[in-house]
């Protein structure tokens, strides 16, 4: 029977139990997941911290503690979004401290002692060569002039001696080690390729000193996208292609490459960070395997003998970080009402039990929206993917005769996807009265290689289509009021959600993190990981200049009139501050009415509890002036049409 509410209120002023304070007092960000024979170690971002990156330990009986004192934070500025930054063995923790960037090795219950040199140096993907005493792992050094260089090097672990072991590639990742320590496969990539483009897996013997000899390229190049290669224990390398237009698990035998259990579905995802994991050996003849069909993820089970692949059933609709050891798996899983955590599985039974979870807070499911998968036609005949998110409260209802405000959510990278895992941050909105459009646009991972690349020369025309033909199609159903409206995004969804506003009159206000504004300028001041991606998606820069700006809101700032609010951090090196500071200028010169609400010490994405909170109020309160409710909660107001926080003056 389904619940009446007790009232009705209008749209956006509904009182709710997910409060920002409680979002993030009550939650952290579970990432890496690293096996040490029967203990578990994984790290954990925790806002109330400051930020701050935790390891901790789940001991076999059970017991779970932070094995890293504070001050110490374990993470990796390579590449800017890092990942990759500790690893494990027989107790010993080695790890990469955000403070200096230096390597550090941590015996459990001891002081941190430094392996590195402070330098110029950043390490990422961390890899224990046990036989040798060494750590493997990515350097990226910082030079007074030009791009970082980025290496595949070897650390002593006595005398913290460094090695090259691989160069001359413009980036590097994902070494891996044969159980007999006598094989090294890495990737590697060359600009302008991003590593769901193109990529190379190498392998090399090692000599009687540990450095690569007949080193040769097995699989990849161009068109081609490799992740995460390992070595079964028979020694068998796999690793994941998406040679047939889907992220598959292949093997390197005898006769050649052979695909495991081909199927139209990803096993793999964009490499945004070091680290990522999503298949592990469980016995010498098992994989246990995350795979993503129609943006849905599950659990499976490759039988690498008959080359079949078993779905193991798990409430879990998303899941990420797999690791294994024999006769067991872990991974971080989540679903539409459970946020993540992470989970123990016993292949051979099917039975899971959660041994961590990002969030301690119990949701009582009636303010919880239930995601609808959508897929909707949209330009060029083609069809966007999309989750909708009607407005949820068990205590207040929408008042009869009044259409919900629609927030359609843009997300970053482009590169990437939302997924159905729950998102408290997201849910703030539903449980306030807000409908939710969240678009996986062309472009978004997880649908295949032709779904992922049909962004290709149409960033900025492509994504925004599937956003504006989003609302427009809750709209016509009757879903979504058209007077109110509203897209929202962080990053390249801020990107999306700018030009939305500037080239389209659907939208009645926006909200952009840490937002593109000027394609010209990024194309020329941003980090090495990315400073060629935009050849891909908008095209050759100087050549195409015209074309970056034509896409390019802040040249076209007159056809822009609607409200704004900015979010951004006062460190972000991947979009830098200025970008949302010039269209604020132009927004304000306008008359327009606008926000900017700036971060000291907050870099490309908002880690500190006191600034998510004040972020998603900010939001809240501006939307509420807009389209005119009185939010219920107590919050410091955002002004409108003039400069807050620290940036401008």
Not at 134 to 160: F, M, W, Y
Request: glycine share 10%.
């Amino acid at each position: 029977m389904t619940r009446m509410a007790a009232r009705v209120a209008p749209c956006g002023s509904w009182s709710s139990p997910i409060t920002a304070e409680l979002i993030v007092a009550g939650t952290v960000t579970l990432g890496q997941i690293v096996a040490d024979d029967a203990d578990l170690y994984w790290s954990e971002g925790r806002p109330s911290e400051g930020g701050r990156t935790v390891i901790c330990r789940r001991r076999a009986d059970g017991t779970i503690e932070d094995v890293l004192p504070a001050p110490f934070n374990a993470r990796s500025r390579v590449h800017e979004y890092g990942g990759g930054a500790f690893t494990v063995h027989d107790g010993t923790v080695y790890f990469v401290h955000d403070g200096d960037g230096r390597i550090y090795r941590l015996v459990v219950g001891t002081t941190p002692e430094p392996l590195t040199t402070p330098g110029t140096r950043r390490f990422a993907d961390l890899l224990l060569d046990v036989r040798r005493g060494r750590l493997l792992c990515v350097s990226e050094e910082h030079l007074e002039h030009g791009e970082p260089i980025n290496t595949l090097v070897a650390i002593d672990v006595a005398s913290g001696k460094l090695a090259t072991l691989a160069a001359g590639a413009d980036f590097y990742a994902s070494a891996t080690l044969s159980p007999d320590h006598e094989r090294l496969a890495w990737l590697c990539w060359r600009h302008p390729d991003m590593p769901w483009d193109s990529t190379e897996l190498w392998v090399a013997s090692l000599d009687q000193v540990g450095l690569p000899r007949n080193a040769r390229r097995v699989a990849g190049g161009s068109g081609e996208s490799i992740f995460q290669p390992q070595f079964g224990p028979d020694g068998t390398l796999h690793f994941i292609s998406d040679r047939s237009g889907w992220w598959n698990i292949y093997r390197l035998g005898d006769s050649g490459v052979e695909a495991l259990a081909p199927r139209e579905a990803e096993f793999g995802v964009p490499q945004w960070v070091f680290g990522m994991s999503t298949y592990a050996f469980t016995t010498p003849k098992r994989i246990v395997c995350a795979f993503s069909e129609q943006g849905r993820w599950r659990l499976g089970e490759i039988d690498l003998v008959a080359c079949t692949l078993r779905e193991i059933a798990t409430p879990y609709t998303d899941v990420t970080s797999v690791c294994a050891c024999e006769g067991a798996a872990w991974f971080v899983g989540g679903s539409s009402v459970s946020a993540p955590a992470i989970v123990r599985l016993h292949p051979a039974s099917g039975v899971a039990e959660v041994v961590s979870t990002s969030s301690a807070l119990t949701i009582n499911p009636a303010y919880l929206s239930q995601p609808q998968m959508l897929a909707y036609p949209t330009g060029d005949g083609e069809m966007a993917h999309a989750m909708f998110y009607p407005p949820c409260n068990r205590d207040v209802g929408v008042p009869v005769g009044e259409l919900s405000p629609l927030l359609v959510v843009s997300h970053g990278g482009p590169t990437s996807a939302s997924t159905t895992t729950l998102n408290l941050r997201l849910q703030y909105w539903t449980s306030r009265g807000f409908g939710v459009l969240d678009v996986n646009y062309r472009g978004s991972s997880g649908f295949g290689r032709t779904y992922r690349r049909a962004l290709d020369g149409r960033w900025g025309i492509a994504d925004v289509e599937d956003c504006v033909r989003g609302a427009q199609y809750l709209v016509q159903q009757g879903r979504a009021d058209p007077a109110r409206l509203a897209i929202r995004g962080s990053s390249a969804g801020g990107f999306t959600t700018l030009c939305a506003l500037t080239f389209h009159n659907v939208f009645a206000a926006g909200a952009s993190y840490y937002g593109i504004s000027d394609l010209e300028a990024l194309a020329q001041d941003t980090h090495k990981f990315e400073a060629r991606y935009l050849e891909r998606l908008v095209g050759p820069y100087p050549a195409e200049r015209n074309r970056y700006v034509e896409r390019s809101p802040i040249h076209h700032v007159e056809r822009l009139g609607r409200p704004m609010i900015f979010l951004q951090g006062l460190d972000d090196k991947v979009v830098p501050p200025s970008q949302a500071e010039r269209m604020v200028e132009a927004l304000r010169a306008k008359g327009i009415a606008v926000a900017y609400v700036s971060f000291a010490g907050e870099a490309h994405g908002f880690r500190r509890a006191e600034n998510i909170r004040r972020a998603l109020e900010a939001e809240l309160s501006f939307y509420g002036q807009v389209f005119g409710f009185e939010p219920a909660d107590r919050i410091e107001p955002v002004a409108l049409a003039r400069v807050v926080g620290q940036g401008l003056s």
